[in-house]
């Protein structure tokens, strides 16, 4: 079982910014897509963005224009940045693999956007 371990959630004001990293073993990070994942209360998971092995990235479009993607492949650690946070980007983020990996879920980290 491998988990994946999620940081840099936090506290932040609308219009504000955040960036979070997520650390995961070789044995995955090298051979699928890497994606972010966020869920807020009452509501289900749900992809915000992704990143194949080979940089190519997509976005939700509730994200689109206002979060990054990236990877750095010698620290097998990809990263969201998020700029102009909004309220409704409150949720826990995760990240996975593309196609989901059950067993590979993290705690997560929890960004509250709020003034």
């Known amino acids: 079982q491998v988990q994946l371990v999620e940081s840099g959630g936090g506290l932040v004001q609308p219009g504000g910014s955040l960036r979070l990293s997520c650390v995961a073993p070789?044995?995955?990070?090298?051979?699928?897509?890497m994606a972010w994942y966020r869920q807020s209360p009452g509501s289900s998971r749900e992809l915000v963005a992704q990143?194949?092995?080979?940089?190519?990235?997509n976005y939700a479009d509730s994200v689109k224009g206002r979060f990054t993607i990236s990877r750095d492949n010698a620290k097998n650690t990809v990263y969201l940045q998020m700029n102009s946070l909004k309220s409704e980007d409150t949720a826990v983020y995760y990240c996975n693999t593309l196609p989901i990996d059950v067993a590979s879920w993290g705690q997560g980290t929890q960004v509250t956007v709020s003034s």
């Open positions: 990143i194949t092995r080979g940089g190519i990235r």
């Open positions: 070789g044995s995955i990070f090298w051979i699928y897509t």
